[in-house]
């Protein structure tokens, strides 16, 4: 079973730093994507930044400069550095894992976490 455990959210001032970190179990670890997305109420869910199986990297374009997607060699780890938060960066942040092909990944039948807050205050 496929579970992904997200930590590292909470509240912070406007303009600052949060790392978020995601371990994933019982995956098949060859040709997979991990990446995070985002959920704030009333709105729909955003996919924030992502690792492709090959490596690709993929940023949103609310968050393209601010935020850095990496993970280990061994891809049980994920993580998210956010930086310059804004008000608007406020949401529940989501791991996600799901199969991949090159630069592609299928996020529709992917798994995600319960997910971590992170609330930014102005």
């Known amino acids: 079973q496929v579970q992904l455990v997200e930590s590292g959210g909470g509240s912070v001032q406007s303009g600052g730093s949060l790392i978020l970190s995601c371990t994933a179990s019982?995956?098949?670890?060859?040709?997979?994507?991990m990446g995070w997305f985002r959920q704030a109420p009333g709105k729909g869910r955003e996919e924030v930044a992502a690792?492709?199986?090959?490596?690709?990297?993929y940023y949103g374009d609310s968050v393209r400069g601010r935020f850095i997607i990496s993970q280990d060699n061994d891809k049980k780890k994920v993580y998210l550095e956010i930086n310059s938060l804004k008000p608007e960066d406020t949401a529940m942040y989501l791991c996600?894992?799901?199969?991949?092909?090159?630069?592609?990944?299928?996020?529709?039948?992917?798994?995600y976490g319960q997910g971590t807050q992170v609330t930014v205050s102005s």
């Open positions: 996600a894992a799901a199969d991949g092909l090159g630069s592609m990944c299928g996020w529709d039948r992917g798994y």
């Open positions: 019982g995956y098949g670890y060859d040709k997979i994507c």
């Open positions: 690792i492709a199986s090959d490596g690709t990297r």
